[in-house]
């Protein structure tokens, strides 16, 4: 059966150039020395899960966290590969570019981004509501950015799309964010897209108010049986998870107390919780796990991944993973080697002199011979 | 500290006991004691293994020997079965990092002809390492020397069919011809009793059995209670007494090796 994503090319992101990931399976392991690109990979495949969304880019953004003051622009800016720039135009970012195959409707997305100067004046029409003042020329003069989107189509006319050509198979959208404004993205205009969740070590650390928001979701799509299969295996005591009290905040049962709140808990369950919740609101999509092996002890890694391996395989969701851990991937490929008709894939990411990163390539024949047999390392 | 590397690729341990033996006592090269924190080259790191706890927990792992002098730093890749040589080793060298391949010197495999032409033998494993190392050579004996010095040893003399061990009777005849006369009467007898039912000599009616069992019957004097590889590496097969009978081995592994 096809994969949404059957191969992936990252042209250009952030410190990545010209990147193939051909071949790639049901179960994606990246590995490769610490700032090889391993997480950038995980990003760009999340921003061209949402190649039209500039919230989406915001939050892939953010992750970086260069600062809270003023943010939005500076953390945006970093996600673009910042080409030697022209005497004439110091102010053009780059262009991010990544072209796929695969059951993906969208096989190309760009994305630019420039600062300006000055913007617009109040006659002209803003594309995206930048705030709700007029502007008035000649008055003040705006800084800001200018992020323009573009994705390309295989299948044109999919779907019903306000404002777009059915005929056409490009889309384009240019989206202006002034400094030190928050942005106010409109509702979603129906573009190509896949459910996609990108998940990192630090999200255990998340607010309540995400655990709530994500379980309350989970619950409306009949996902709850996934997260108490794991929680089983990361803890046999518990049995039960709920949204309780006038605050609503998460609360888990087990069979010594009565329900505690989720914050009580180690990283390893919230890890668990954060793995079930995100993959069952993205049934047929695409999961980002960012070193996999974070928060889990060695003893529930191999029942943890065989049960999100089976899992991925029942939602019809291929899984990327980065790691650094030997025992990580072991488990995992016993647990894919278990799953009949899934396959493992893993890429060892180098970066090379002239600063391109490249990737070496093992199927899940390669890698069990290599691990099983010759005990080699393959990180 | 600046050495050159290369890597050998060898069937089973006696073999690597075999080239070991002669690179410490005709070559004057040194052996890794085995400590990490000693490894020198750290090269072969990715050669030293780690074992996946889901496979078979019986299953040895191939460490390759490592021998050194002030220049070189040779390792001794040992994979046996059907496999070893002609599918994991390949599979591991194209995985490796290109600039630890591309940094070796020197790339040898070491095979026994057993029944088989060495001609024909060395065609296949030449199609197999040319993706790897473009000239690597088609004719057994025959050392490359290209930027990355190749080769392909066929036992026992890269013409006749043979194993490791024929060469190795060779040397005992040199070294304990009487001994060696004394196994070879030990093993006619053994076999022409009627106590030993066709399943107990289904081993030693293989081809090549008998010249195995010769030389585990004198490793049994040498070291008794110890390994065939055990004898080969610290008994006196391999010495000054036999380097004519190597002369051979002897010349391949200097030409590989640039010594």
């Known amino acids: 059966m096809k994969k949404q994503l059957e191969e992936i090319t990252i042209h250009s992101f952030r410190g990545i150039k010209d990147l193939e990931l051909s071949g790639l399976g049901r179960i994606n392991l990246i590995v490769g020395p610490n700032n090889s690109g391993k997480t950038s990979i995980l990003e760009a495949i999340s921003y061209y899960c949402n190649p039209m969304n500039p919230i989406k880019i915001y939050e892939i953004a953010d992750r970086i966290g260069v600062s809270n003051y003023r943010k939005n622009q500076e953390s945006l800016k970093w996600l673009f590969p910042h080409p030697d720039r022209s005497k004439d135009y110091p102010y053009f970012y780059g262009e991010i570019e990544i072209t796929s195959s695969g059951k993906y409707e969208v096989f190309k997305a760009t994305a630019s981004l420039e600062r300006r100067q000055i913007i617009y004046g109040y006659n002209e029409k803003i594309e995206q509501g930048v705030d709700n003042n007029r502007l008035v020329p000649g008055q003040e003069t705006l800084t800001g950015s200018e992020l323009n989107l573009s994705s390309f189509v295989s299948r044109p006319g999919l779907k019903s799309i306000n404002n777009i050509n059915q005929d056409t198979n490009e889309f384009h959208a240019k989206f202006v964010f002034r400094d030190n404004k928050d942005y106010q993205h409109d509702p979603d205009k129906g573009y190509h897209h896949l459910p996609c969740n990108l998940l990192s070590p630090s999200m255990t650390h998340n607010t309540d108010d995400y655990f709530v928001e994500k379980l309350s979701e989970t619950i409306k799509n009949n996902g709850i049986q996934y997260l108490m299969d794991v929680l089983k295996i990361l803890d046999p005591d518990i049995t039960d998870i709920e949204i309780m009290d006038t605050r609503a905040r998460v609360y888990i049962k087990d069979k010594k107390n009565d329900f505690s709140p989720i914050g009580i808990y180690g990283d390893g369950v919230k890890r668990g919780i954060l793995f079930a919740l995100n993959l069952s609101l993205i049934p047929g999509g695409i999961f980002l796990i960012d070193e996999i092996e974070s928060s889990l002890h060695t003893t529930v890694l191999q029942k943890v991944f065989t049960w999100l391996v089976s899992s991925c395989k029942k939602l019809g969701i291929q899984l990327f993973t980065t790691t650094h851990s030997l025992e990580a991937i072991d488990a995992i490929l016993t647990a894919t080697r278990q799953s009949k008709k899934t396959d493992i894939v893993i890429y060892r990411l180098k970066k090379d002199k002239d600063g391109t990163t490249s990737a070496k390539r093992l199927d899940t024949e390669n890698l069990s011979i290599l691990r099983n047999e010759l005990g080699s390392e393959v990180r | ?259």
Request: hydrophobic share 35%.
């Open chain 2, 1 to 259: 500290m600046g050495r050159n590397y290369a890597l050998f690729g060898v069937e089973g341990p006696h073999d690597q006991a075999f080239i070991s033996r002669i690179l410490r006592k005709l070559l004057g090269f040194k052996s890794f004691k085995g400590n990490f924190n000693g490894l020198e080259d750290k090269i072969w790191e990715y050669f030293i293994p780690n074992y996946d706890k889901s496979a078979n927990l019986y299953k040895r792992l191939n460490m390759p020997s490592i021998l050194y002098n002030d220049d070189i730093s040779v390792a001794l890749w040992c994979d046996e079965g059907i496999n070893g040589l002609k599918i994991n080793l390949p599979l591991k060298l194209n995985y490796w990092d290109d600039s630890y391949r591309e940094a070796l010197t020197a790339f040898g495999l070491f095979i026994d002809a057993d029944e088989a032409n060495p001609v024909d033998i060395v065609t296949d494993y030449s199609q197999i390492y040319q993706s790897l190392f473009p000239n690597f050579p088609s004719t057994p004996g025959e050392v490359d020397t290209n930027v990355i010095k190749t080769g392909i040893y066929v036992f026992p003399d890269n013409s006749n069919k043979g194993i490791l061990e024929t060469i190795l009777i060779d040397c005992g005849k040199k070294k304990f011809p009487q001994s060696i006369e004394f196994a070879e009467e030990f093993l006619n007898n053994v076999n022409s009793t009627k106590e030993l039912t066709k399943p107990d000599l289904k081993e030693f009616g293989k081809p090549f059995g008998c010249d195995k069992a010769i030389v585990a019957s004198m490793a049994s004097i040498l070291k008794p209670g110890k390994t065939n590889t055990v004898s080969i590496n610290d008994n006196e097969w391999v010495s000054e007494d036999t380097r004519s009978i190597l002369k051979d081995v002897i010349r391949f592994i200097k030409e590989i090796l640039d010594l």
